[in-house]
């Protein structure tokens, strides 16, 4: 973008339409407008960021732990492969 706002501002300072101060502050402006505006959307990119992981953040807070001793059934079995019960058949 710079390198054509420049070589049409080279075209204009040939023709006599634009004076070489002109040029140069208006790149200058130029610049400054760029940057920030970029400074700006990486700001807003941050924030969507930053949004979605509080969302997990909360979402993990907001959770409903399992009840004490329920476990899974991969938990249960290897509990009865460890611990038979004991039949007393007399």
Do not use: C, W
């Not at 501002?9 to 023709?15: F, R, S």
């Not at 930053?50 to 959770?63: C, E, M, N, P, Y």
């Amino acid at each position: 973008v710079q390198s054509l706002l420049l070589l049409i501002g080279a075209h204009l300072i040939q023709e006599g339409r634009l004076s070489s101060e002109v040029l140069l502050a208006f790149m200058l402006y130029q610049g400054q407008l760029q940057n920030e505006t970029m400074n700006l959307f990486n700001s807003y990119s941050s924030l969507i960021k930053s949004s979605g992981a509080g969302d997990k953040v909360f979402r993990l807070l907001d959770r409903i732990p399992p009840p004490p001793g329920t476990g899974n059934h991969d938990v249960i079995a290897a509990q009865r492969r460890f611990y038979p019960r004991v039949n007393n058949n007399n």
